[in-house]
């Protein structure tokens, strides 16, 4: 569900990893774009510096992101699930608006696209100004107006680090983040989940940790200063 670089040393490596899943199972792997998605982010965050080290210029940093740009911004599961990265824009009432945004370019700064890459739940009721100077906060109302009007069951996103893996919101089981990089910033020492969902609808969290230290290998040609 997004950010598939910036979260550890090797960005490279999983964004071609996941691009030659996509080639292989055109029809059954799908991407979604997450705010990292985004050059004016991971220009500062990892991915930028991590290219340069590594080739001595941008070019694959700047076909990477040509990529990024062609990434949908949400998908729709079996008419049940609604999978975005960050969650949701008081501008996007029905899942079927999202057809109608032009996504091949850089994420704006303002309106309903940075919204649905940025947007964080909160415990309020309606929406209010996020912190993070981007995308709004949203909370138990238009969750639920949103699950309503598109009939559907849950809302999975990712976008914030979760201690456990993953998280439900509200007391409910209508919103829930889930978090897939374990131990972020190598320091954090967080766990991290994957959501599977049978064809019953039955969903299983599977939780896992990071390698061990002593396991672990870190680059020799390059490392961002981002993660020391």
Known sequence: MGDYVDRGY???ETFALLMAYKVKYPDSFYMLRGNHENRSINAIYGFYDEIVQR?????????CNEVMDMLPMAALIENRIYCVHGGLSPEIKLADQLALLERRQEIPQSG?????????????SGWATNQRGAGLLFGTRP????????????????HQMMQEGYMYHFGKQQLVTVWSAPNYMYRLGNKAATLYV??????????FEAVPDSEQKVPTDHVSPYFL
């Open 112 to 124: 309903p696209l940075q919204d649905i890459v940025w947007s964080d739940p909160e415990d309020i």
């Open 10 to 12: 090797y960005s490279m």
């Open 143 to 158: 969750t639920e107006e949103f699950c309503y009007n598109n009939r559907i069951e849950l809302i999975a996103r990712a």
């Open 198 to 207: 049978d064809s019953n609808g039955q969903r299983t969290f599977r939780v």
């Open 55 to 63: 080739y001595g210029h941008a070019g694959l940093w700047k076909l």
